[in-house]
C-alpha cells in the first residue's frame, strides 16, 4: 500500500496527501469495474432487484454475527449471503415461480429475519444505521486488497466463461440442451454479486447498492452498438462516475454511495436523451 500512497501523493489535490482517501479512491477503483462487469449480466438476465435482497441478506449475516460476538460480522455476512444465493438460484429452478417472486419472498424474509435479530431481547437497530448510508473513508487498506482479489477472480471468470452465463441467463433451455449447468451457472454467477454487493455494501449503502448494479449497464445499453462496446461502456461508466461520485462527496461533505449513484443516474439520463435524438 506505501507504494498506492506515493503514487496518489504525485496528484496535484489536496486530498491526495491523505491516507484516508488514498484508500477511499483505491477502493473506488476496485469497486466500479466490478460493478460495471456485474451490472451488465444482472441487466441481462433482468435480475435487478437480485442484488438488493442480497444487500437485506448480508445485513442479517452481520446480525447474526453480531449476536455471536464475532471479531468480525463481515465474515458472517458473507457467509450468510453465499447460502442465501445459492438457495435463491435452487428455489427459482425448483418452483414456476417467476424470478421477481423469488426475489421477493427472499428479500422480504431476510430483512425480517434481520430486523428481527437486530432487535432480539429488546436490542437496538440503530448500531446499525451507518449500513444503509455507508462510508467509503472508512475502508481499511485490506479491506480494499480483499476486493482487489475479487476483481481479479471476476476477470478470469468473465474471460472464461461469460458465454455459456450468458447463454444460461437468456435461454436456460437451449444452454441446458447443450450440455451447460444451468444450475452451477446461475449459481457461481450469484455467489459473484453476493460478495461483491457483501463486501462494498458497508462502504456504498444498503439504500443505494442495488442502483450501482443497474445504472452502469442501462447507461451502456443505451450507447452501445454491441457486445464488446456494451461491457466497455458499462465498465468506464462505472469508473468514471465512481471516481467523479467520490470527489462529489470530499468537497461538499455527502455520503459517497449517494453522489456516485446521481453522478450514475444523471449520466443514464444524459445517455436516455442522447439515444432519443439519435446522437
Known sequence: MSSWYALVALLPFEWA?????ATALLAVLVISPLFGLLSTMVVQSRMSFFSDALGHSAFTGIAIGALCG????MWAAISFALAFSILFTYVRRQTDLTGDTVIGVFSSTAVALGI????WNGGSFTKFNTLLIGDILSVRPEEALLLLGILGVIL???VCAYNTLLLSALHPALASSRGIRV????????CAIAVTVTVSM???GLLVINSLLV????AARNLA???RQYHLLSLLTATVCGIAGLMTSYYIGSSAGASITLCLALFFAASTVGRKSGL
Do not use: D, K, Y
Not at 496527501?17 to 482517501?21: L, S
Not at 464475532?70 to 460480522?73: M, Y
Not at 445504472?215 to 442501462?218: D, N
Open 202 to 204: 458497508t462502504w456504498v
Open 156 to 158: 478470469v471468470l468473465w
Open 70 to 73: 464475532l471479531a468480525q460480522p
Open 183 to 190: 444450475f452451477w451457472q446461475e449459481v457461481v454467477l450469484n
Open 116 to 119: 428481527f435479530i437486530a432487535t
Open 17 to 21: 496527501q491523505t491516507r484516508f482517501m
Open 225 to 227: 452498438r454491441n457486445v
Open 215 to 218: 445504472l452502469p449497464a442501462a
